[in-house]
């Protein structure tokens, strides 16, 4: 059956070439792809005249990044050499020869057989040169290429400044020089086409198809553009066409093609079809490109983003597109569809391909694969009169080579206002006029004129986006701030003279994100030994050099096992917040979209879906159920809970599928326990976030602390599941509100408002000292607690916010305000010791929104791997850095003290973790356990 169903398809193969009159003269191309020799030019002493490759040079591939071949030019600035042999067949006399690049960074300069042929100035774009005339047919040719990138602070190169020249994340991550993407030779006849754009009209029925050609027709009515039409996938036989006589002098033209029954282009149904162009000389086909394209349409109604007449909830990843091995280009298009692959599986619709221009290989996967693109010109530092040019040439080169790819959506001129000052009129006035420009070259896709991030806002835009980045869940309030503000349309996101919305804009949160660490056994598997970029970062916290010392140093093997265990917490972490952050999205219906920050780690930048080298986080599985577009959103105030205590929670769903729900409905259960629910003859209408009921029931009975979590299902008339989601909920045994065993305490005044409640712990509570007083609870350090640590006491201190204690103890305080440790980009981690106290809290390694009600603001200073034993709990910000501690012990005078900046008084027997820490560090302070090693400094 195989074999008949690929005869009938080379059948129809054939049925639809045999209308075309295809002339083996037509084009003929020679890939030159492959080893160069190659010469680094330090001292640019090297000429056209005294290149000597016979001295000093080395083997390239091409193509390639130089950085990614040569370790010593990792951050190398100036110029190369290149030279390759080539014979040109003999039949190609008389043809126009084409050499052609693909892209090179940064400016080219070609000589063929030591004769100038021409240069090109730009990283990313294709670029050709007619070599008919320079070479030896049947015989030995040689190329040499120079190409000079300046990179940095590198002022030898007046002409074309770094700080001037679009470079994206080059400055950031590692630069990329030399010749980068493919290479080839192509024989073509006297007329070629230049340009050949696809433009559906679906409301119409048609695609109309507009031409260039390199040289004007001096024969009137002899030449003639066909243009055939038909799916790539030869499903059926049908074919599309259309045809026009050439006019003397003129080379642009347009075409229409009926295409009355078509299969929408779609992220579900990524249909494709293939249009053939044509130039007959006569009879005689003299030229031809081939091109995909999809039938498909964007539009912005009700303030949301329409495909195809339905309006999609955009789930998205920024990606940044470098590699492990080879930096700026792809190790190949199975690569880009594997990360593709593994995008959508994780519920993404489209990704951000980030301040880059992304090789035709990556958006060719993109549109087969049915993954949308929004993509970022590349930016530079400053905004002069020739980065304005390049800006514009850069921008109408990149429509020009990408226009009739159905994936891309989105042009993004600016990011965060990098290379552009938006305070001076004049450049808004750029900003506002490129926009334009972009618009009148493209009228089918949506533009946005600068990404905004704080500081900076929008001029001329068709989405409203914007950045900010929360520590989750430490900056959960300062979040739901944000975004709550975001949804009801900012003042600052849109806040220039004379620029203001239009109200059409749709809104989208286009960067967010934290950190989830990768698995470094992995990627030295991967890269054959410890990754080039351990020694690199942006700040010190981002440095992952030396991570395993500092992660053995700390004894944070003693929780987490390896360094790959305190991965996976990490990860789990990271999840915990992106799941709470795109839930909160989905409830403001005027939030369309996010792009979460990102879709793979870059190098030492840990925040990504997938780490460096494509493997998979320890949230792939889950991830993609917040990802559905009909997500059902549980309205969670808290998550711990006592037994016995009323669980109350509202629950909502956000509904932007193509299904009609009526009359479905939702169950619930709670894992573990015989606690289930339903919501009957639920009705949502399209593009809402809509609450569908309450949660109820009473806490069971536990007998040791667990983490459970309730489960739901959205269940359509037939029976299926149309989505799931849950919540992670940590159950407590209602006894643990008393400590372990009754401890006599002294209660400084500076407390005195806790009395109550640690009586109700199970406390006996003195406002004085006498001889039963086991330890001392206080907020500071006054003259009665010295003189009671004179005597050998023991003191539990609490550190709170703004109290300044005296500063002559072997340990000191500093705020997490001005220490760099909230970790709201660079994201912070939290560590927990539970082998002398905190048995009971009984969760996972990473904290989460379980300890949030205790959020420290404060951490503690004056410890160092040596006494470790005194650390209970502690933070480190990115790759283990700036670490700090949060719960500690030291000796003070005679006694001894623990010290926290946990803030467990906040909801102390109401809030099960606080109670529990508070009543477990009271009890381990008073017992003989109690034993610091760090001394004090008298």
Known sequence: MKNIFSIILFLLFCLILSDFAYSENVEKTMSLNGVWDFKIDRELKFTINNIDFSINSRKINVPSCWEAEFEDLLNYSGVCWYRKIFEVPEEWEGKRVLIRFDAVDYFTELWVNKELVGNHEGGYLPFYFEIQEKIDFDKENEIIVKVTDPYGKDDRFPEFPFREIPHGKQSWYSPSG????????????????????????????????????????????????????????????????????????????????????????DIDNPFLYKAVLSLFDGEMEIDRMNDTFGMRKFEIRDKRIYLNGHALYLNGALDQDYYPLTRYRAPSDEFIKDQFLKGKYMGLNFLRTHIKIPEPGYVYQADRLGLLLWVDLPNWDILTDKAKERAKKTMKEWIERDYNHPSIFVWNIINESWGINLRDEDQQKWLSDMY???????????????????????????????HYYYSIPEHKELFDKKTREFAHYADWNFFYEGYKRVGTEPLIQSEFGNWGLPSVNKLKKYYGGEPWWFKTGRRKSTIPEKAENRFYAWGLDQIYGSFDGLALASQKSEFEALKYQIENFRKYPNIVGHVITEFTDLNWESNGLLDMCRNTKAFYEDIGKVHNQDLIIPYWEKINFWSGEKFEMNVGLSHFSKLDIRKFYLRWRLVGFDIKGKFDNISVNKYTST????????IPDVVTSQKTKILFELIDSSGGVVSENFQEVRIFPAEYKKAARKVNIYLDKSLSNLKDALINGGFQVWDNFNNKIECAVSSDITPELEDYLSQNGNLLLLKMKDIEIKDDLPVNFISRDVSGRWGDWCSSFIWLKKDKMFQRVHLDDNLGFSFYNVTPEDVILGYNPENNKDCFCGIFVGWLHVPAVLIGQFNYINGKVMVTTFNVIKDYQNDPVPTIMLNDMITYVSSDNFNPELNNKK
């Open 691 to 698: 609450t569908i009921g309450k949660v109820e029931f009473v």
């Open 436 to 466: 334009d420009y972009v618009k009148s070259l493209d009228k089918t896709r949506f533009v946005v004129d600068n990404s905004v991030c704080g500081g900076n806002a929008h001029v001329k835009t068709d989405i409203e986006d914007t």
């Open 178 to 265: 030399g010749i980068w993407q493919n290479v080839s030779i192509t024989a073509k006849n006297e007329n070629y086409f230049t340009l050949f754009h696809i433009t559906p009209d679906v409301d119409k029925k048609k695609a109309v198809v507009r031409v260039i050609l390199k040289y004007p027709p001096v024969v009137p009515g002899k030449n003639i553009i066909k243009v055939d039409i038909y799916p790539e996938k030869l499903l059926d036989d049908k074919k599309y066409s259309s045809s026009i006589n050439l006019v003397e002098n003129k080379r642009e033209y347009n075409l229409e093609v009926e295409i009355p029954d078509f299969t929408f282009w």
